[in-house]
């Protein structure tokens, strides 16, 4: 397994643990964040063993979001010009999108186990997750608003499609926290538990449950429902019949069938 600086990766049991490991600095996402992330999700997407991910933070946190450092370093980099500054910027900007567009298109489902503080960048990493999940003591806030800027890696795209147009619109312009409860009220998270020990092990009991499935059937699905997002039904209809008209002859579907008729766990190929 590659060692990184800003997270600790591990593959047991077909679930990819990519954690975020940076507590002493409340796991603020650095330049090496951002980089190995891409790095992560291409060897995930590139490792069939590999059918669920779960992204956790070390620490009491998840994550504190950008690091302001990185901040600072980038603001140094600026000179007069303001045509050549907006490139600079644009490029970084669209650099920091592609790290958690990996994390969106990734073929596997992405589940996040959130506790403390989810503010700022890290609202945007868990909005590109498939599923999150949180600790009674998880506090989110899309902080860019207080620091004079529109969050501009993810949250205002993806999140209004999770919790509604409405109330993302609140949390924007406003920047308040939302507490653990009422992140499952809106529909942010799909489940609170306890504490952070009940987190882990909830969600990587989800995580199994999934990788016990057909990888074939699962990628199929997650595809489907990505597409779904900016496609008519019709569109949607007519992809899902060429997808399966292919997927359907995998030998997952046999396995399946004479698991259900023997009423016994099937066990699927990578």
Request: charged share 25%; aromatic share 6%; hydrophobic share 45%.
């Amino acid at each position: 397994m590659t060692e990184y600086t800003a997270f600790k990766v591990e593959l047991t049991d077909n679930i990819a643990h990519v954690q975020i490991n940076r507590p002493e600095k409340i796991n603020a996402m650095n330049a090496a964040f951002w980089e190995e992330l891409v790095q992560i999700f291409q060897w995930i997407d590139d490792t069939d063993a590999v059918r669920a991910v779960v992204i956790s933070g070390a620490g009491k946190h998840f994550s504190s979001g950008i690091d302001l450092m990185m901040l600072a370093s980038l603001a140094q980099q600026l000179g007069k010009d303001t045509g050549r500054n907006a490139r600079v910027l644009r490029r970084t900007i669209l650099r920091l999108q592609s790290s958690f567009n990996a994390v969106d298109n990734c073929r596997k489902p992405v589940l996040a186990a959130i506790q403390g503080y989810c503010i700022g960048g890290a609202i945007d990493l868990v909005s590109a997750c498939d599923m999150r999940y949180c600790a009674s003591d998880a506090q989110f806030s899309i902080k860019e608003i207080d620091m004079g800027m529109a969050a501009d890696v993810g949250t205002l795209q993806r999140l209004p499609r999770i919790i509604g147009d409405g109330i993302l619109r609140e949390l924007a312009f406003t920047g308040r926290m939302v507490d653990a409860q009422e992140a499952l009220r809106i529909g942010l998270v799909n489940r609170v538990y306890d504490d952070q020990a009940a987190l882990l092990d909830g969600v990587f009991a989800i995580a199994r449950e999934i990788a016990a499935k057909s990888p074939i059937a699962v990628a199929g699905t997650k595809e489907m429902l990505s597409y779904m997002r900016d496609h008519r039904i019709d569109d949607g209809l007519e992809y899902i019949a060429t997808w399966n008209a292919a997927m359907l002859q995998s030998e997952d579907l046999r396995v399946a069938m004479a698991a259900h008729m023997s009423k016994q766990q099937p066990t699927f190929a990578d």
